[in-house]
């Protein structure tokens, strides 16, 4: 697995980003918060903050997804209110991939003429609440749905807390692989074989849905759509 350098690195792409979890990570806001970024939007998992925004200082729109803060979803409402300073979605139940997509989407398509970033603080968080395999395949499709807003959107994985097929597998769907120099010292291999079997069920089946980003219908979805797409 070989780390791609930043400045190689052009929107859109969707980015694995490898560390440390208790790591300092400068390559987070350059990722995401680039001059050229005009909205930035933050999934936050665990009751981290949301108040200021997400990576720093930026004259970029900023929205936040909060994810299993069963307290603030009690409080908002219904959808963002993207007149703020701050655009704040709840999802109470992180094992929900169907309402995190929907609330993603609903992001993309109320910044579709923005210049996107999108930081996903967490795919332990995920991986803590479900088996492997459905986040892989809502990863997949979540990655696709970016693409169609030329999003530069990355990914955190804490090489440490999972075994080697896991990191591996996700390496496969992801356009590039950062690896901060907190996590140089344990990045895992696995087998082909290893890494196929984590993967097969991404290809959809002869009777599967056809997903509206496949067909060019992506800007006419709607969020029933979206549920249908990245349900888990």
């Known amino acids: 697995m070989e780390s791609t350098p930043l400045d ?13 979890s208790q ?7 350059s990722l995401c918060c680039g001059a050229d970024r005009t909205a930035i939007l933050r999934v936050s998992f665990g009751g981290e903050s949301c108040e200021e925004p997400p990576l720093g200082a930026t004259d970029a729109r900023v929205g936040v997804l909060s994810v299993g803060d069963v307290i603030r979803a ?43 970033g999108v930081c996903f603080s967490s795919l332990d968080a995920l991986l803590r609440q479900r088996d492997p395999e459905p986040i892989f395949e809502f990863i997949y499709y979540l990655n ?23 990191v591996a597998a996700f390496g496969e769907i992801f356009d590039e692989i950062v690896i ?33 980003w496949e067909t060019g219908q992506i800007s006419e979805a709607t969020d029933e759509d979206v549920e249908q797409v990245l349900g888990g």
Do not use: K
Not at 23 to 29: F, S
């Open 8 to 20: 190689a690195i052009s929107p859109p792409a969707n980015v694995l980003l490898l560390h440390d």
């Open 23 to 29: 790591a300092q990570l400068p390559d987070c806001e």
């Open 74 to 116: 009690g409080e908002s409402s219904d959808e963002p209110d993207f007149s703020g300073p701050v655009a704040v979605d709840t999802v109470a139940d992180p094992t929900d991939l169907s309402a995190i997509g929907v609330s993603i989407s609903r992001f993309c398509e109320h910044w579709a003429d923005e210049q996107v």
């Open 144 to 166: 696709r749905r970016l693409e169609t807003v030329d999003a530069m959107a990355h990914f955190h994985l804490d090489t440490s807390r999972h075994e080697d097929r896991i």
């Open 180 to 212: 901060d120099d907190s996590a140089t010292g344990s990045i895992p291999e696995a087998t082909d074989d290893d890494v196929a079997s984590l993967l097969a069920d991404i290809e959809a089946e002869p009777d599967s849905p056809t997903y509206p």
